[in-house]
């Protein structure tokens, strides 16, 4: 029996990567609460407002790296990650001001928000496939491991390395930091605590003087500003692909549910849970399982759930059994007023 291996093992295929997923999706989860929140409706161009925040900064990535800048070892997009901020910011708001804005102001129903919002995804998705291409697009620089497999073997004297990518701990670490800063800002600011109120209870909030679309807009770009930090940081990880943040909407809406729609700590809980869910899930055990056994035995089984092609039927499977066993999630969220 080799634990310590085993370990290892575990932690460079599941641990590490789904914890760095997870941040991802808890950046997009947070996003889609905080609409839902504010608005009451189901922003299903999330996932487009993301895909846009990501393109506008591996552009703006490209002309840094074109004119020579960087900031090695460090990757340059994170140089380029205002400019994402900024054009995401953009759209969201056009978006409130030439589509939403109208639904707000006649008292239109959740339903028809959503419906919206669908136009509004297929809009984008044709915008930034048009733009930028529907090809894979690399634009991560600077070093890719602060410690390689062979590095961590050499140090250890185990058979078994982990190995830790620069992108997996700046994820982290810039999620914290973003995840933080958007919990001081709606428990401590004048604009934050008048979004909770107004999230709260609207009438209630009007009545005190609060303006609801100012409330509406300071929403509208904390969510972009997710958005594309949440898509940069998953472009950076993996790869920018235009149309995988449109299959990254069913993870992000399950672990919104699980969670407890409207509630963002519950939005940052329910993504790590879908998070290790799929990748445990879709992970071959043998040869972890192996490592925990006789020393001349393992199992002919690859121990594997499900394959990596069916990961998002994870976070379907997720979605139905919250919905139908407990739809407020984990932590009571706030429902749709009919």
């Known amino acids: 029996m080799d634990i310590l291996n085993a370990f290892a093992m575990f932690a460079n295929f599941v641990l590490i990567p789904a914890t760095a997923y997870g941040a991802q999706l808890a950046l997009g989860a947070l996003g889609v609460t905080l609409i839902f929140g504010i608005l009451r409706f189901a922003n299903f161009a999330h996932g487009e407002l993301m895909s846009f925040g990501a393109m506008a900064t591996i552009l703006a990535t490209w002309g840094l790296q074109g004119m020579g800048v960087s900031i090695h070892p460090l990757p340059t997009a994170l140089l380029a990650l205002p400019v994402g901020i900024l054009a995401a910011i953009t759209v969201a708001l056009l978006s409130d001001r030439f589509v939403y804005r109208f639904y707000r102001h ?13 136009g509004l995804m297929f809009l984008l998705a044709g915008l930034i496939r048009f733009i930028i291409g529907p090809q894979h697009q690399h634009f991560a620089d600077g070093e890719r491991f602060l410690i390689s497999a062979f590095e961590f073997r050499e140090l250890t004297g185990l058979s078994q390395g982990i190995a830790i990518r620069q992108t997996q701990v700046i994820t982290f670490v810039v999620a914290l930091v973003v995840m933080a800063a958007l919990f001081w800002f709606l428990q401590k600011t004048k604009s934050g605590k008048a979004m909770r109120a107004y999230s709260d209870n609207e009438d209630l909030s009007l009545l005190s003087g609060i303006n609801p679309d100012r409330v509406v807009m300071i929403a509208w770009m904390i969510t972009a500003a997710l958005a594309a930090t949440a898509a940069t940081l998953y472009g950076l990880d993996k790869v920018y692909q235009p149309f995988i943040f449109l299959q990254m909407l069913l993870p992000i809406f399950a672990a919104t549910i699980l969670g407890g729609i409207g509630q963002p700590v519950g939005a940052i809980l329910g993504a790590f849970v879908v998070a290790y869910s799929e990748v445990m899930v879709t992970y071959a055990f043998r040869q972890v399982v192996g490592l925990l056994g006789p020393a001349d035995w393992v199992p002919d089984s690859m121990l594997q759930l499900m394959s990596t ?5 994870v976070s379907f499977i997720i979605l139905v059994v919250v919905l139908l066993v407990r739809p407020t999630g984990i932590i009571r969220g706030k429902v749709i007023e009919r």
């Not at 006649?106 to 669908?118: D, L, V």
């Not at 092609?309 to 039927?313: I, L, T, V």
């Open 309 to 313: 092609n069916y990961k998002f039927a």
């Open 106 to 118: 006649n008292r239109a129903s959740p339903i028809t928000f959503a419906m919206a919002s669908i």
